[in-house]
């Protein structure tokens, strides 16, 4: 049911000018942990396998990078995460 695991909604009911802070899980070290929109990053590409976001482990320091789904990217860029547009979405002609 659970359609991403390691980003879950925002946890604090505040309005979204305040600092949102979203949990997130390491892959690595399997610490949770809650962070700040200022510690992920977002890129979005032209396809799904290129629109994933980024954090760092506060635990073990890894860099962490998943998959992004329309309804984290919302959420994400909701919450005033860097988003970086790698490509605009384009419905090119299929040839
Ligand atoms: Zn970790």
Redesign the pocket.
Known sequence: MSVMPGLMAPVAPVPPVAQVLYKAA??????RFELSAGAFRLAIGASRRTTFYSFT??????A?RKPAGERIVELLTDGGVNTLRLHITVRSAAC
């Open positions: 390491c892959p690595d070290c399997r610490a482990c506060p635990e073990c320091g890894s962490v």
